[in-house]
């Protein structure tokens, strides 16, 4: 563990941990906030969620395009000798979200589509409610939760909360994308979501690949090793349509340092594993990983599109596939992918509920009722383009 400990105070220099503020702040700048305390609540947290842990959502404010300079929404237990993180919501305002100029927070881009607050397990309502409270202290009319599973533990605490004081959360939009069952049996899920065709087209395509090598399916686990494995992985993500669009990591330096901060401080504490899969000596797919608690999280996939005709990015997603179900440590991996994806939908046929929850401050507010409204009509204008957007870009990952 020593030099994995080294690669992680590396990645994000720590604070000291024997000074406690003496009142915590209830917003601070992310890079402000006490690392201990952030750490432990996440090892509490009612639901898991990869994209707020520490080492990551840090890296993504310090440096990621458009992403910089969030603020932590913090709720406090300060009852004891040192105080108790109990409630962490990243937030920008609603203002730089979406140029809406109403008194409301959202929840900032943590660069992965899961928005779910971190909450102590111990008493997730009461983390709720001082959340809650501690946004309405800020001045803000309304708390706007992008990406939050609305079937989860989490999103039923804030529902608990609220009701409580005579409110409810409205759901701005909602879908439903892929995730995986790894408690199942990996061939007889894939079996299950294939069917015995599809999985021998895949099969010839794989033995297509291996004429340029053997086939493996190489797990990099270390902060090295994913150092290694990033650079490989970079490069795959930047060669084809993405870098054409110019949203590859590796086209900003911003981008890029974050997402090399992020990894190797992950991986220092078991985190963060870069998958790729190799034919022969040639790196043809390759995906970043996240791990929490007992979920997965699958980030992003880059291909070689020279060999976009024999799925690699399709055989990597059923080698991860097995290699998650096989691990006992894991019982679910949410994709993040756009719904409806057409590459990840087919092969992990499990659905998680997600959507944006805007939660009310105030009993009868017409504040609210505003930007309600004023967050509705930008969805209905832009919600069906996006969609289009995503569709595309889920062909071309595809690429059968």
Not at 110 to 131: E, F, H, M, S
Request: net charge positive; proline share 7%; charged share 25%.
């Amino acid at each position: 563990m020593g030099d994995g400990t080294a690669a992680m105070r590396q990645a994000r220099p720590l604070r000291n941990p024997s000074i406690a503020p003496a009142s915590p702040p209830r917003l601070c700048p992310i890079g402000d906030l006490d690392d201990e305390a952030w750490e432990a609540l996440t090892e509490r947290a009612t639901e898991p969620n990869g994209y707020y842990l520490p080492e990551w959502l840090s890296a993504v404010s310090a440096t990621a395009r458009g992403r910089i300079g969030a603020d932590a929404l913090c709720a406090w237990d300060k009852t004891g000798t040192r105080p108790r993180l109990l409630g962490l919501i990243p937030l920008i305002s609603l203002w730089r979200a979406y140029r809406i100029p109403l008194p409301a927070l959202v929840n900032a881009d943590p660069y992965g589509t899961l928005g779910t607050p971190l909450l102590d397990r111990g008493d997730p309502i009461a983390a709720a409610n001082a959340l809650i409270s501690e946004a309405r202290a800020s001045g803000a009319r309304a708390l706007l939760l992008r990406d939050v599973a609305i079937e989860s533990r989490a999103a039923d605490a804030f529902r608990a909360a609220l009701a409580s004081q005579g409110l409810e959360p409205a759901i701005v939009q909602s879908h439903k994308r892929a995730c995986l069952d790894a408690t199942r049996d990996a061939e007889e899920l894939l079996r299950d979501a294939l069917g015995a065709k599809k999985l021998k087209e895949l099969r010839r395509q794989r033995n297509r690949l291996a004429e340029i090598g053997e086939i493996a399916f190489v797990t990099s686990r270390t902060p090295d090793e994913v150092a290694r494995a990033l650079d490989t992985f970079l490069v795959l993500e930047s060669s084809g349509w993405k870098a054409r669009r110019g949203t590859a990591l590796l086209q900003h330096d911003g981008d890029s340092a974050f997402i090399r901060r992020a990894a190797l401080g992950l991986a220092a504490q078991g985190r963060c594993e870069i998958v790729t899969l190799m034919a022969g000596n040639t790196p043809v797919a390759s995906a970043v990983v996240l791990r929490h608690l007992d979920r997965a999280f699958y980030f992003k996939l880059g291909v070689d599109e020279r060999y976009a005709k024999l799925s690699p990015g399709v055989q990597l997603t059923i080698d991860l596939t097995r290699y998650l179900c096989a691990n006992p440590e894991i019982t679910t991996a949410d994709s993040t992918a756009a719904p409806g994806h057409p590459m990840i939908d087919p092969i992990w046929r499990g659905r998680l509920a997600i959507g944006d929850m805007l939660i009310p401050l105030r009993r009868n507010d017409p504040a609210f009722a505003a930007i309600r409204a004023a967050i509705a009509l930008r969805h209905a204008v832009r919600e069906p383009s996006r969609h289009f957007i995503n569709v595309l870009r889920g062909l071309k990952e595809k690429r059968p």
